[in-house]
């Protein structure tokens, strides 16, 4: 379809959505003609495409009546169509304003109150990534065979049984069993898919937990393991949807321990250190804190990676640019250590600590640290003992130089960059 065609198209859906009479012959005849015509890969440019997404979006905001006010046999159709645009590389650019489309388009659904509907949304998209992580396994792997035949993925076919049959839908050139065909004939597709639908299902408990914590449960697993094998873009997706996830709904406590030592394989194994961009290492501080601040964790779960943290702390501090990673790691060692009276690890984590205290953006979160180590006497250095006084940052006493802080009740000068 030309430019100067959709733009007359698109107008006349703007002339009639404006008249209430009219409404059902937007619904009725022009957005079918533009859901079946327009919205094809083959058919029309990116530029057009474009305009397409922003108007579908913004009518989904300001004109629901045009989608029934958010009835499934009308909501559904659009967002099955406006699925394969985020597996598709070209567009990426786009995938943004296209998850903003879907994502009003599901507030629509679950503003009717058709529960059903947004529930299997959520869960065929809970398949989806299952699925997508064994053909991005077998990519890895090189066990997938090649060849000219594309590779793909059936999904979303409980979602679509509330829409089977609709006008909106030419079933001519659909599956007949009313599912969505994703074309995953090459790894950045399958990429590019995940990333995306885990952004959406991070909206989605984000908007409506209360009805989606009883089905998120199979999630936490499959955030975990694409954290485990993903790029860095899906990494940042994965460790953002976890973070929310464990906020919102919780997490399954069987795959506790899992997720956390996958969490620290990330923070300190050097082979891991190519995926750590900044944003990635930002998600991974957040959601170690989110996990120690939840109170999920049982107390042997804490101990069993007690030893273990000094090392992460001291391969954060020392390699990480992150300063979110380094205050959630620094802030995250309080919660061990006030469950671990061990006076020998309080005494080596204080040993780390030290040196970056002329960090000013640090030393507030180590000194709050250094309180939780100083409540039992520890030995330092040539075994002289600090006093068992506890420390606040707003106890902290500025020399008179200004560039300095005072330990209170020690004769430690720190500078201050």
Do not use: W
Request: proline residues 5%.
């Amino acid at each position: 379809m030309s430019s100067p065609n959709l733009s007359i198209l698109l107008q006349k859906i703007i002339n009639e959505a404006l008249s209430e009479n009219k409404i059902n012959m937007v619904k009725e005849n022009i957005l079918p003609k533009l859901i079946n015509e327009c919205l094809s890969v083959d058919q029309v440019s990116i530029k057009d495409m474009e305009i397409i997404f922003r108007f579908l979006h913004h009518f989904s905001v300001h004109y629901p009546a045009v989608f029934c006010q958010g009835d499934s046999t009308t909501v559904g159709p659009v967002i099955y169509k406006l699925l394969p645009f985020l597996a598709n590389p070209q567009y990426h650019l786009l995938h943004d304003v296209i998850l903003n489309t879907i994502a009003s388009l599901m507030n629509l659904l679950f503003n009717l109150r058709d529960c059903t509907a947004y529930k299997d949304f959520f869960m065929d998209s809970i398949q989806l990534l299952e699925d997508l992580l064994e053909v991005m396994n077998c990519y890895l792997s090189a066990s997938l065979e090649f060849s000219d035949q594309p590779i793909l993925i059936k999904c979303f076919c409980t979602f679509a049984q509330h829409f089977s049959g609709t006008f909106y839908i030419d079933t001519s050139k659909e599956d007949p069993e009313s599912s969505l065909i994703q074309d995953v004939s090459d790894i950045s597709r399958c990429v590019f898919l995940s990333k995306n639908i885990i952004r959406l299902l991070q909206t989605q408990l984000q908007l409506v937990p209360l009805l989606l914590k009883d089905y998120s449960q199979p999630l936490g697993p499959v955030l975990c393991s694409y954290i485990d094998i993903g790029s860095p873009d899906l990494k940042e997706a994965s460790l953002r949807c976890l973070r929310h996830m464990i906020v919102e709904v919780g997490y399954p406590s069987s795959e506790l321990d899992r997720l956390l030592r996958s969490l620290l394989t990330i923070a300190t194994v050097e082979e891991a250190r190519y995926f750590r961009t900044e944003a990635v290492e930002r998600e991974l501080g957040l959601s170690l804190l989110e996990i120690f601040n939840s109170g999920l964790l049982p107390k042997d779960v804490i101990l069993s990676v007690a030893q273990n943290f000094i090392h992460v702390l001291k391969v954060v501090l020392s390699t990480s640019t992150s300063k979110e990673l380094k205050t959630s790691t620094i802030q995250v060692l309080s919660t061990i250590l006030a469950n671990n009276p061990s006076a020998d690890m309080k005494e080596e984590c204080f040993q780390v600590l030290l040196p970056h205290l002329g960090d000013a953006y640090l030393s507030p979160y180590i000194l709050s640290s250094i309180d939780v180590i100083l409540s039992t006497a520890i030995s330092v250095g040539s075994k002289r003992h600090l006093p068992s006084i506890r420390l606040n940052q707003k106890r902290r006493r500025l020399t008179s130089d200004k560039n300095q802080v005072q330990i209170p009740h020690t004769n430690i000068l720190i500078n201050i960059k």
